[in-house]
């Protein structure tokens, strides 16, 4: 393959993530316009039914989708159409069961919860729940197919909806009737009985609206069951169900762990819970790399599980791999050089500046992470998604053992290492199970040194922090010399223009 198809072929990625970079952002800082609002508009104590369903709302829609998305990507390459219509037809059924199973059962599981008489809010999260899942493999097909743009207007225009339905309900339906002005017939609209249920509403409707924009997905749609074909498809994706839900304990249980095993005046005048605070706001400043791992997750996995090609060659695996190191070595010392305005910015209480040094670890952490899933196309390609299985319990293992070891000793910063720790292990596995079985000439070497030049560039900023110059010069340096050696090292220049060395 020529360099100027290589460099194509970084160029389309590059694109795609951005367009999905940017819907994956406007999401998430407009769900933060949302805690605004609901903080806005109730206590604390109503807001905790939210809280928890919502807890087991990210496992269910696990096991609501079992892993076909990615099983979707596998075998569309070998007939499109009819890994759609059996994947589709499959998820349709078991939300369908998995939903009417919640309907039954909604009010006595409310009171086992706790909230006895909201058996409601239960009732519209499974159908949320089954529309996420019923619309998962529409949305994989627009991935797939490279319809970038219907596929980030459905999602902006869902949230969009979402927020304007929170405002509508909570920031002008519930005013007006609990200050009793405005017209009658919207005063009668709201029902206090129902209160923070309007939440899950406003997502079940805004949910609702991707029929719209994926209506043709479903008109081409055909029933088709085939039992033999479909259990080749669960043996595949079974294992990437528990991957995700042991990944998904191992990003959660760090934080359940810390206010267990934190001993009481750790952290003189904090209670526990003061501690456990701290850590989950300053763990919100690693959105910045986790958006990032997201949107290239969004356009990487269905190229290089999608129709093989010279384009998809492992070699060009790992020519993409290498920029996305680079890519997030940038973004982790560019953010971790810059936290003594950042977290002025997003934590507006200086007490949380107390746990910022877990920032940089935990961006580290998720640049392993995000290296992790590059690498991890190999078993997916292999069908031996048995092995992610392994490498992502181990890492769990790994981080429940450094916090159970660590967090009375080190608070947590425990926490944030123990997590480090997991995904390097989870990395060095899955390099270690790829070059046996599916061997990409990734540049290792190079990734180690950048993260080495890295851990120096951060480091500089507290060795020149005494320094009588201002701190966006001095924090800055390392971050400025990170940036000239990327220059030097990855771009040839001919003519007067740049171009990156593909060598």
């Known amino acids: 393959m020529t360099e100027l198809s290589r460099m194509s072929i970084l160029k389309k990625l590059a694109g795609e993530t951005l367009s999905y970079g940017f819907s994956t952002i406007l999401g998430r800082s407009l769900n933060f316009l949302l805690v605004f609002i609901h903080t806005a508009a109730f206590m604390p104590a109503a807001l905790g039914v939210n809280v928890k369903l919502y807890g087991y709302v990210a496992i269910a829609n696990i096991i609501y989708t079992y892993g076909m998305e990615t099983a979707y990507f596998r075998y569309a390459k070998e007939a499109p159409e009819r890994y759609y219509n059996i994947i589709l037809s499959a998820i349709i059924l078991t939300s369908g069961l998995f939903t009417v199973g919640l309907f039954i059962f909604a009010d006595p599981l409310m ?49 969009l909806i979402n927020v304007g339905l929170n405002l509508f309900f909570l920031a002008l339906l519930k005013p007006m009737h609990e200050g009793h002005w405005g017209p009658t017939f919207l005063q009668n609209l709201y029902f206090p009985s129902i209160g923070a249920g309007y939440i899950f509403l406003a997502n079940l409707l805004a949910n609702a609206s991707l029929f719209y924009w994926l209506r043709s997905s479903f008109t081409d749609f055909n029933w088709t069951w085939d039992g033999a074909e479909l259990k080749k498809l669960w043996v595949y994706s079974y294992p990437i169900m528990f991957m995700s839900l042991a990944a998904m304990f191992n990003l959660m249980f760090d934080r359940l762990l810390l206010e267990e095993f934190l001993p009481a005046g750790f952290y003189p005048g904090r209670s526990s819970e003061d501690a456990l605070g701290i850590y989950g706001n300053c763990y919100k400043l690693s959105v910045f790399m986790s958006l990032a791992i997201q949107a290239f997750k969004y356009a990487a996995e269905p190229f290089f599980l999608g129709s093989k090609s010279a384009e998809n060659s492992q070699s060009n695996l790992a020519l993409v791999s290498h920029w996305f190191v ?13 936290l003594f305005w950042i977290q002025g910015l997003f ?12 920032v940089p670890v935990l961006l580290l952490a998720n640049l392993f992470l995000g290296v992790y899933y590059t690498q991890s196309v190999w078993f997916k390609k292999t069908n031996r998604t048995y092995m992610g299985t392994v490498i992502t319990v181990t890492g769990l293992a790994v ?11 080190y608070g947590y ?10 995904a390097m292990v989870m990395t060095l596995l899955c390099y270690a199970g790829g070059q046996k079985f599916d061997p990409a000439p990734y540049r290792w070497m190079a990734a180690i040194g950048y993260i080495a030049l890295g851990v120096l560039a951060i480091q500089s900023g507290t060795m020149l922090a005494s320094l009588q110059i201002p701190l966006l010069i001095s924090q800055n340096i390392g971050f400025i010399c990170i940036l000239a050696y990327i220059i030097f090292k990855e771009f040839s220049w001919k003519n007067g223009k740049p171009s990156i060395a593909l060598k």
């Open 326 to 338: 680079i890519v997030c070595l940038i973004l982790w010392v560019g953010v971790s050089s810059n």
């Open 399 to 409: 981080t429940l053992v450094g916090n159970v070891l660590f967090i009375p000793v």
């Open 111 to 159: 009171a086992q919860l706790g909230y006895e008489g909201k058996g409601q809010f239960m009732r519209w999260l499974a159908l949320i729940l089954a529309i996420d899942a019923v619309t998962a493999i529409p949305f994989a097909r627009l991935r797939l197919e490279q319809k970038i743009q219907l596929f980030v207007k459905a999602k902006i225009v869902s949230i």
């Open 347 to 358: 934590l507006r209480q200086s007490v949380y500046w107390e746990g910022i040094g877990v």
């Open 413 to 422: 910063m425990a926490c944030a290492y123990s997590f480090l720790v997991s």
